[in-house]
């Protein structure tokens, strides 16, 4: 099978990434998975004394905690911690098939404020709980135990990802998170604002 050219492209973009800068993404990424794990257990063992009424307010706290501990921080990027010592992006691949970071219409900057409305969504989101207790409850078990496989999937993966894998496996772990939010259990608006983010994905590597 004959790669495409923009497979090629992406191949010659992480070529240059050298070890080190790796292995510091990989850690700052695997840190990231550590500290979800720790607040996913948490919040599995808090939910069957969690009352009816407070069960939104425990959903929106579950999705924030969850996006707050993805990999979306200039640490957990071999890119930025390669090439944005003097915030000149000299010889970022990245920059060259994305668009620099910081410019308004790149990849990831496109992403990064989806996600941010993402964010915003769920925590100005003080409307009811959009579902019984009892599927609530079984939905939000159900968010916890599915993201915490995917997070330990993710640490299983990393020591064996080169710059290129890892990029890919980052890419493919926000979308599966991003889909395992509880939103179903939000407003509407949280639920557009996560399909926002999905297509947004699409480009982000």
């Not at 070890?19 to 979800?36: F, G, H, T």
């Not at 496996?169 to 259990?185: N, T, V």
Request: proline share 4%; charged share 25%; glycine share 6%.
């Amino acid at each position: 099978m004959h790669m495409t050219d923009r497979a090629k492209e992406l191949e010659m973009a992480a070529k240059d990434i050298d070890p080190s800068s790796l292995q510091a993404a990989k850690v700052a990424i695997d840190m990231n998975c550590r500290e979800y794990l720790r607040w996913a257990d948490l919040f599995s063992c808090r939910l069957g004394t969690v009352k009816p009424e407070e069960l939104h307010k425990f959903t929106r706290a579950l999705a924030l905690t969850l996006l707050g501990h993805l990999p979306t921080r200039p640490g957990t990027c071999p890119f930025c911690i390669q090439y944005d010592r003097d915030r000149a992006c000299t010889g970022c691949g990245y920059a060259a098939t994305h668009g620099r970071c910081d410019a308004e219409d790149s990849a990831f900057s496109l992403f990064i404020e989806a996600f941010q409305e993402l964010g915003r969504s769920v925590y100005q989101d003080t409307g009811k709980l959009c579902s019984s207790p009892h599927d609530a409850r079984m939905h939000l078990n159900l968010s916890i135990k599915v993201s915490r496989d995917q997070a330990m999937r993710l640490q299983e993966d990393l020591p064996f990802a080169g710059a290129l894998q890892l990029m890919e496996l980052k890419a493919a772990y926000l979308d599966a998170m991003i889909c395992l939010l509880p939103g179903l259990l939000l407003g509407e608006e949280v639920q557009e604002k996560c399909l926002l983010v999905r297509r947004m994905l699409l480009n982000y590597w």
